[in-house]
């Protein structure tokens, strides 16, 4: 069973760049999505992005501008880059196994990981 | 992008009784939709996907329904461990979105 672990700095200072790693145990890295979701506290959730285990990403143009997700297949993990951070990227930061033919539903989730951007 | 729109926002019931939370989407996606549940500190874990078809482990009190535009996520007989928020995400094109989401309380 798709275990994903995640980590990375959980204080940040505006316009510091948030990175996130999530790496991924007992499952197959390709042939899926690997995205990364952020929801903040008591709001709901929202898709960043993802990269397929070829190497393609797809992000939300609310965040393009800002965001990098690359991928280490010999070390089955991927990361999330976040530049230019404001108080409104407070979030819990989720990586999540996409599953599907063209487009991916979540199947598996980490366990997020809480960044607070504060000066 | 397409808007994922749930109702209720809120909504208090008891053990046993029956709930329907509803999705209703910007624009056609035809069945490309999960249902998740998110319990406070915790991820979300899928219960649905493709409209109507539940995950496995899941319990057969969940289902769901709905094609187009309108789906509806029922728990036939809520259960003290359903008390939770419930969210819809469609992906049927990007950029993948979630409704706004639903918190079942206790009544």
């Known amino acids: 069973q798709v275990q994903l672990q995640q980590w990375g700095a959980g204080l940040l200072k505006p316009p510091e760049t948030l990175s996130l790693t999530c790496v991924v145990h007992g499952g197959s890295f390709g042939g899926h999505y690997w995205s990364w979701i952020r929801q903040p506290p008591g709001k709901g959730l929202e898709w960043i992005g993802e990269?397929?285990?070829?190497?393609?990403?797809n992000y939300n143009p609310a965040l393009e501008s800002r965001v990098t997700i690359s991928l280490d297949t010999s070390k089955n993990q991927f990361s999330l880059n976040l530049t230019s951070l404001t108080a409104a990227d407070t979030a819990v930061y989720y990586c999540a196994r996409g599953i599907g033919v063209v487009i991916p539903r979540f199947d598996s989730w980490g366990q997020g990981v809480l960044v607070t951007v504060s000066s | 992008d397409i808007q994922m729109t749930q109702s209720p926002s809120t909504l208090s019931a008891a053990v046993g009784d029956r709930v329907t939370i509803t999705c209703r989407a910007s624009?056609?996606?035809?069945?490309?939709l999960a249902w998740y549940q998110q319990k406070p500190g915790k991820a979300p874990k899928v219960l649905i996907y493709?409209?109507?078809t539940l995950e496995t482990g899941v319990p057969s009190r969940f289902s769901g329904s709905g094609s187009g535009t309108e789906f509806t996520l029922t728990i036939s007989s809520l259960q003290p461990d359903d008390f939770a928020a419930y969210y819809c995400q469609q992906y049927h094109s990007y950029p993948l979105t979630f409704g706004g989401g639903t918190t079942v309380e206790i009544k």
């Open positions: 624009h056609s996606i035809s069945s490309w």
């Open positions: 493709k409209a109507s």
């Open positions: 990269i397929h285990h070829s190497g393609s990403t």
